[in-house]
Nanobody, 122 residues
């Protein structure tokens, strides 16, 4: 059974940093594409960043501030978030797409972790 356990959310002031982690069990993800999405209330789940092998891809809104990385020895994906803004406040989710093709639409992801709340105060 695949499980994605997300951690690292919290409250931070604008301009601060947080690192989210997504630990995967039940499957080795080294060949899979991993992504982070975020959601604010009833809005659609929004793509944030993705990684497949050594390739990364970011939403324009976070480019230059967020960094996605993975540690295949730990079967874990990270999202380093710097220069946080109040508009980054959301519930953040990690997700996996089996195989290595990056997708930026929530409906294209195969498995999701439970979200973690990030709140950025002004």
């Amino acid at each position: 059974q695949v499980q994605l356990v997300t951690s690292g959310g919290g409250l931070v002031q604008a301009g601060g940093s947080l690192t989210l982690s997504c630990a995967v069990s039940g499957r080795t993800i080294s060949s899979d594409a991993m992504a982070w999405f975020r959601q604010v209330r009833e809005r659609e789940r929004e793509f944030v960043a993705a990684i497949s092998g050594g390739t990364t891809y970011y939403a324009d809104s976070v480019k230059g501030r967020f960094t996605i990385s993975r540690d295949n020895t730990k079967n874990t994906v990270y999202l380093q978030m710097n220069s946080l803004k109040p508009e980054d406040t959301a519930v953040y989710f990690c997700a996996v797409r089996w195989g290595g093709i990056i997708r930026t639409t929530a409906g294209d992801m195969d498995y999701w972790g439970v979200g973690t709340l990030v709140t950025v105060s002004s």
